[in-house]
């Protein structure tokens, strides 16, 4: 589990396909790494990845084509900076909120614009992860957590104040640029307790959760 705090900054030095899977190699800049061994958890930029080797400048992962294909580490190259964390300790502190480091989709930056010493950005998600981004709820983008201020449709903004501009990835966006995005836990099991014991059924799925379905079920609301 992680936070979405953001620690540190790193460069990817190297990335190459190897067999099945991918080896991404990545200087940790500031990352303190003298608690980490091999087999721990780190995320970049979001996405949850194993330690495989240490050495003095940062951590070597293996990355399966899956995680390359569903997340924005495919379109990155050497040189790219990415957002790390390193796994919440039961004794840290809950800063931002939990976050798991599994990309349920990736995003875009559509619009980014000076909002007093802030900036407003605006991202379009993937039309599936809609439902489960609320105004002032929680969200992950490239491991970062962020309030979302407002929502329309699968578009929502943010505000990034400056220390956050300062220490992440994010001082690199531009409009069109891709990110990962986690939606709060807490929606996404939110979702599945609705279904109650047609959870069970295979035939149903999250996309049947309609007005309908819960009305049918006992979830209908009154217009008064």
Request: proline share 2%.
């Amino acid at each position: 589990m992680f936070t979405g705090i953001i620690e540190a900054v790193g460069t990817i030095t190297d990335l190459r396909q190897h067999a099945d899977e991918w080896r991404l190699t990545i200087d940790s800049g500031s990352l303190e790494l003298a608690d980490v061994k091999l087999g721990d958890s780190i995320a970049v930029s979001g996405a949850c990845l194993t330690v495989v080797k240490l050495d003095a400048n940062g951590f070597r992962a293996d990355v399966s084509n899956e995680t390359m294909s569903l997340t924005n580490l495919g379109t990155l190259e050497t040189g790219s900076a990415v957002n790390l964390e390193k796994a919440l300790t039961a004794s840290g502190r809950l800063g931002g909120h939990l976050v798991s480091g599994h990309v349920d989709g990736v995003g875009e930056l559509m619009s980014l614009e000076p909002d007093g010493g802030s900036w407003r950005l605006e991202f379009k998600a993937p039309d599936a992860l809609a439902r489960y981004i609320a105004g002032k709820g929680s969200i992950c983008v490239d491991g970062t957590s962020l309030t979302v201020n407002t929502v329309k449709g699968a578009r929502f903004t943010v505000n990034i104040i400056p220390h956050t501009q300062q220490e992440t990835v994010i001082r690199f966006y531009r409009p069109g640029t891709r990110v990962n995005l986690e939606v709060d836990l807490v929606s996404r099991y939110l979702e599945r307790l609705l279904l109650g014991d047609a959870a069970a059924d295979p035939q149903i799925t999250t996309s049947n959760l309609t007005r309908e379905f819960l009305a049918s079920h006992g979830f209908g609301g009154r217009n008064d």
